[in-house]
Every structure is written in C-alpha cells, then in structure tokens.
C-alpha cells in the first residue's frame, strides 16, 4: 500500500489540513494518511502551543468520518523535540508499504537545518505541496546544494540516487492558517468554517487560546 504521512503542530488543526490529505491521498492513490501530530517542533518559538495530548485530541476529533484519516501518537511517545528523521526511521521498521511524506514548499526549501536530512530520502518518498508565495522551483533551488546534486530529473519528479521520490505537485489546499484561527479565537471572533465544529467545541470546553466564551 501507499500510505501518506502528514506531519505537523496542529494548533489547532483545520479545513486545510483535511482538504490538503483528502486532494493527496486521491491524487497520488495512496491508501491512507497518518496524521502525525508533533510532541515539540523542533522549528517553532511561539509560546501559544497547546499541550501535545491537546493538539492529537484536536486532531482525532478533525479526521473522524473518514476512513482514510488515521491520527498516530507516536511523536508524543518519542523525547521532545520531534523530529522527522526519527518518526520517519520508526515507520519505516514497522511497515513494508511505500511511505509519502507530504510536505510545503516551505519547509523543502528549510531542509537543510533539518536534523539529519542528507538521511531523510532513504526513508520516505515525498510530496510536495505548494504554499503560498512560494513555487517548487524557488524551494529547490534554496536545497543544499550537495543534496540537489543526489536526485535526477525523471518526467515531473526527481528520483534519489536510492530511488526514492521527490514528486513536485500542483496541490495547494485550502489557504487557511492556525495562526489566523488563534488570532481570531483571542479576539474573541468567529472561526467557524474553518476548523471542524467539534474542534471549536473542544477549544472552548478545554478554553484553549486564550478563548474564554468567545462566540466561536
């Protein structure tokens, strides 16, 4: 089987988390998608993060209804910071299938200061998903330079030297941000129709984002 790894803060998760998976995972046929939220990510310095057991509970909630959704708490087992090489080395002893990561733009063209990432293509072929602003040829060109020179064109994706993919894609999901809907939540404004309801009816009941019966 081909299964999809979605990795992410999910503070809180959102529409565009959902769409993003459900646009892959018919896209490029794979079976499933393993919603991966992160213990601490190792990039991130702002200080309104939810608690780890908060942001799966959220995340659980966002992808039930959908069997292709799987939400997997391993990251929370793993010592904080989390980091992808690792989730990726754990998945890949548990399973024969063919592992996609799904990744932005943005973090392609960051790989460089990700921990072990000349390591990362030997575990997991992956998908890469436009963000806004920034094109995959922009994100590629900003790849160290040693870890360009390991793949080779082959049609619209790049194969590795160990044949493992890089597979550009025109998928861009739904333009929606959890820092929009924090920012809205504070305020004390509506961010309905763009989380799930049972997300926002966690959010309250857990007051999360500094929410304190905001008509949400």
Known sequence: MKIGILGGTFNPPHLGHLRLAEEVSEVFGLSKIIFVPCHQPPHKTETNISSSIDRFNMTALACEGNEKFEVSDMELKFPAPSYTVNTLRHLKSKTTDELYFIMGSDS?????????????FSLANYIIVERPGLKFKKAWESMPVT??????????????SNKMLLIPSNITGLNISSTHIRKLLRQGLTARYLTPESVLDYIREKNLYSVQGSNH
Do not use: A, M, R, V
């Not at 960051?110 to 072990?116: A, F, H, L, Q, Y």
């Not at 870890?147 to 590795?160: D, K, M, W, Y």
């Open 108 to 120: 392609l063209s960051e790989i460089g200061t990700w921990k072990d990432f000349e390591n990362l």
């Open 147 to 160: 870890l360009q020179e390991q793949f080779t064109p082959t049609g619209s994706q790049f194969i590795h």
